[in-house]
């Protein structure tokens, strides 16, 4: 069934975290550590035993295998010396007599010979050469051991006659100058010589086996007279050991037996090569008799093994005894957490019977503790509710304030406010800012008023809002219903800036007094209200600045126009009418300093009258009427290129917008002080003109790469023409609301930099600024 697997993996889930498995887990894991650790040691230790066993079996090879070879090169050593003297053309008799006489005493006692310096039979001994050539290539073998420098042996090799296994031996002879002059040999037959048996005593009693091997890998001489001229069962790699020279040693056992006889045992065999023959001694021995000492020591180990596996049985079952109260307690835990039983059982005396006692102990204080707790929660929860209600209704308060609200709007939500607070439902709250009184009524009467406030101005202030020294002292007060009355809450406020806010609650319910939230709520009542009025004051001054400004602007303005119309309709009709009369008395003076003087005077007049139109034309704004705020920027910097060659530049920052007449005149007036001063003061050769139209303001940069100037010196000296005109520049920003920047040194150039508020007096011109054109 689908929930009985469920069900049964969800227990398999829960046993993985129990003690048990937590115990069983590290009972199993130091025990297996414990006989991991001890069964690595053994086998480190029996490994040990046996290579070690095994060298001494390779050192025995070698040290055997060294006696035979000494042997067989001293027996040849010796024909070699009794013949040495002997070779010789005319000697050769006497050389067959010594072989004769020596050869039978030695181990080559199947025969003997002799070969000439090219490998041909020259004395053999005691047959002639044919039977020895037909077993062996003599003439390789001597070839050979010349080459090597040393005594060679041939592998295993049957004679014709009697079919007889033998080696053969050849060494060189050489002469007084070490020139090879022949070649002595000799015949062995392996098991007629025993050449195994000086080392019989060396292998005592011990169950060890001798094998030499030729280099065929064929068994030459054994010590277990067995398997003689035969393949031994590692001929390939017997052969391959011979050849390198390499000893080896290891373990061989019944796989090289055949499948239908029954298994031989496993046999210890080491192999070592004779130091220069090209034969090999190889050492058996069964492997219970070679390795029974780390045999014996595995035995110990296994029962060392076999002790620590019952110990660990034995803990298993005291870990098991010690868990298994705590597992009961852990179950009764969790059937006193459900609801199946109302206490737990009754345990021992042992320690896990003081826990549960403990334990009982500790849930009868927890579940007192988790009834306050929940208690407490309830009033927290309260508590965070009022306080988001309260926090919100100081939020209301700022809101309406930022909205626009009056002083009566926002003292009636403050009433509110503080009723919902107290939980009343009738209240008045006065808020005293100077002379000026301002009242909210909810609920009460008119008569009832003045009486409620008084009593509440009677409070004494002996709390400070905003700490200690802050910017109020408040006082709350709950007064108990008396003759009709009702409850009520009175509170006080006064800043610190002189205003003040009285408030009385009332109803016939018990008030709930939070004295630090009224406080809070008459201080954001105070600030707000008292921002409000502040604020409501600062915008009635701006409108009269920005009147007088206005005002001011428009004398000026009218004035100018004033002027231009009495220079227009005065001085410059008087200069056109002198200009013509100088032109016609210069057509009748007669030729010569008379007439040149008349044509002087007259081209003073027309100058003269050039310069006062000019004059007109930056008194007056048709230009900019006309053109707009950027096209007449432009045009004046035109003009003084055309009058005066100076190279002006304009530049827009940002996107452009209209910006109102009043900040059109006055940018527009700054801009041709700068222009004047350039023209009449820097001696400049280019203007750079930048005009940004940021969001929140408008900035005017005139720069200029002319002789520049001292600015404080200009500002102090003020009477001559540029401090004129810097203190007038400065008074236009000033009623603009902006700021001026002037940044000149002699020889650097100057640059002056205007800011002004965005919106600053943006009204249409007047609607007799239209003027007579010039």
């Known amino acids: 069934m689908p929930g009985a697997g469920t069900k ?14 937590r115990a069983w887990l590290f009972l199993l894991l130091g025990g297996g550590a414990l006989v991991g650790a001890l069964g690595a040691m053994s086998g480190r230790l029996v490994d040990a035993s046996v290579d070690r066993l095994l060298d001494e079996r390779l050192d025995l090879a070698r040290t055997v295998g060294g006696l035979v070879e000494r042997r067989l090169l001293g027996e040849l050593e010796h024909l070699r010396h009794r013949a040495a003297m002997f070779f010789g053309p005319e000697q050769r008799e006497q050389l067959r007599r010594a072989l004769g006489r020596e050869y039978p005493v030695t ?21 002639g050469p044919s039977q020895l050539e037909e077993a062996i290539d003599l003439r390789g073998l001597a070839a050979r051991a010349q080459a090597l420098g040393r005594p060679v042996i041939s592998p295993l090799v049957h004679l014709r006659v009697g079919d007889r296994p033998v080696l053969v031996a050849v060494q060189a002879v050489t002469g007084p100058k070490g020139v090879v002059t022949g070649y002595v040999g000799g015949v062995v037959q392996p098991t007629a010589t025993d050449l195994l048996r000086d080392v019989a005593e060396i292998r005592g009693s011990a169950v060890t086996d001798l094998e030499l091997v030729d280099a065929n890998g064929i068994v030459v001489a054994s010590t277990a007279r067995t398997d003689l001229y035969e393949s031994g069962d590692h001929e390939s790699v017997l052969v391959d050991a011979i050849a390198r020279r390499r000893d080896f040693k290891g373990r061989c056992h019944s796989c090289h037996e055949e499948d239908d006889e029954e298994p031989a045992d496993t046999h210890v065999m080491s192999f070592a090569p004779l130091p220069t023959l090209s034969l090999g001694l190889a050492v058996y021995q069964p492997e219970r008799a070679a390795l029974a000492p780390a045999f014996d020591l595995r035995r110990q180990l296994v029962m060392v093994i076999a002790v620590v596996a019952i110990f660990v049985v034995f803990l298993g079952f005291a870990v098991n005894s010690v868990v298994r109260p705590v597992v009961r307690l852990r179950r009764a835990v969790d059937r006193l957490e459900t ?3 109302r206490s737990l059982p009754a345990f021992g005396r042992d320690e896990v019977g003081t826990l549960a006692r403990s334990l009982e102990q500790w849930r009868g204080r927890m579940v007192d503790a988790m009834s306050a707790l929940d208690d407490a929660r309830r009033a927290a929860s309260a508590e965070a509710e009022a306080v988001r209600r309260h926090l919100e209704a100081l939020e209301g308060l700022a809101a309406r304030s930022a909205g626009g609200a009056d002083v009566e709007t926002l003292l009636d939500a403050g009433l509110q406010h503080l009723l919902a607070t107290t939980g009343l439902d009738q209240g008045a709250v006065r808020l005293m800012w100077g002379e000026r009184q301002y009242i909210a009524l909810v609920g009460l009467s008119e008569d009832r008023v003045p009486r409620l406030l008084r009593e509440a101005e009677e409070l004494t202030l002996n709390h400070h809002v905003g700490g200690q020294g802050g910017p109020g002292s408040c006082a709350v007060a709950a007064r108990e219903g008396t003759g009709g009355e009702g409850h009520r809450v009175l509170a006080r406020l006064r800043a610190q800036h002189g205003s003040s806010v009285t408030a009385v609650m009332c109803g016939n319910t018990q008030p709930t007094v939070r004295e630090h939230r009224i406080h809070s709520l008459l201080f954001h009542l105070c600030m707000t209200t008292s921002g409000r009025i502040l604020r409501d004051r600062e915008q009635l001054v701006q409108r009269q600045q920005e009147r007088y400004l206005r005002g001011l602007l428009d004398a000026q303005e009218e004035e100018r126009a004033r002027i231009a119309r009495d220079l227009h309709d005065t001085i410059a009709q008087d200069l056109a009418a002198l200009r013509l009369d100088l032109e016609r008395l210069a057509l009748r003076a007669p030729e010569g300093d008379p007439r040149t003087h008349v044509e002087e005077l007259e081209q003073r007049a027309s100058d003269a009258l050039r310069t006062t139109r000019a004059i007109l034309l ?16 432009q045009w004046h910097l035109e003009r003084i290129g055309r009058e005066h060659g100076i190279r002006g530049t304009l530049s827009l920052d940002g996107d452009e917008r209209p910006l109102g007449y009043v900040l059109n005149v006055a940018l527009l007036r700054i801009f041709q002080e700068c222009l004047n001063n350039v023209v009449q003061h820097a001696r400049a050769e280019q203007v750079f003109v930048t005009l940004a139209f940021e969001p929140d303001h408008v900035t005017l940069v005139v720069e200029d790469d002319g002789v520049g100037f001292d600015e404080a010196s200009a500002v102090r000296a003020g009477a001559d023409e540029r401090g004129l005109g810097l203190l007038g520049m400065r008074e236009r920003t000033r009623l603009l609301g902006g700021t001026l920047t002037i940044t000149s040194r002699p020889g650097e150039g100057t640059s002056v930099t205007v800011t002004v508020p965005n919106g600053a007096f943006d009204e249409a011109p007047p609607a007799d600024a239209e003027e007579r054109p010039a």
């Open 107 to 127: 181990l080559f006692h199947e025969g003997a010979f002799t070969l000439t310096a090219d490998g041909t039979p020259d004395v053999v001994l005691p047959s």
């Open 8 to 21: 049964g993996q969800a227990g398999r889930s829960r046993w993985r975290h129990t003690l048990y498995a």
């Open 618 to 633: 930056d008194l007056r704004l048709t230009v900019l009427q006309s053109m707009g705020f950027v096209a007449t920027l």
């Open 339 to 341: 609801g199946a039983d």
